[in-house]
């Protein structure tokens, strides 16, 4: 270190970054396809059901974050021979993320309404 400049050794450091997405997926799957087949919750174990019907998924996923990151060095010889160095620093960091989903069973491409199956499963009473 040489005299007359304090500064002499000391760096600062700085970092900032953001990332912004956002996800919106649809999928149709017809009344006639073998997914909507293979898709049928109501019917339960029911394999001789031939009832099918089609289905509408979407989903959407937003997420935000962003960081910020401020770092301070400094170091400085005595005589050649000792060395000193001294790091101070901070981090802050944040994120944000949301999603929703939603799966539409009996759906009509044509009018875009559906119709969700109403299966009412109620104990039989012997007497």
């Known amino acids: 270190m040489q005299h007359g400049d304090p500064f002499e050794g000391f760096r600062l450091y700085g970092l900032l970054s953001a990332t912004f997405s956002n996800d919106h997926s649809e999928n149709e799957i017809g009344a006639d396809t073998y997914s909507a087949w293979l898709d ?3 019917e339960g174990s029911n394999l001789a059901s031939y009832r099918t019907y089609g289905s509408f998924t979407q989903a959407e996923s937003r997420n935000t974050s962003w960081l910020a990151r401020l770092q301070a060095n400094y170091g400085f010889t005595l ?11 901070t981090e802050v960091r944040y994120n944000k993320a949301s999603s929703l989903g939603s799966k539409m069973y009996g759906y009509d491409p044509l009018t875009g309404q559906h119709v969700t199956p109403f299966i009412l499963d109620l104990p039989v009473m012997v007497r």
């Open 79 to 89: 005589k050649e021979k000792h060395r000193f160095n001294a790091i101070a620093g």
């Open 40 to 42: 049928r919750p109501f």
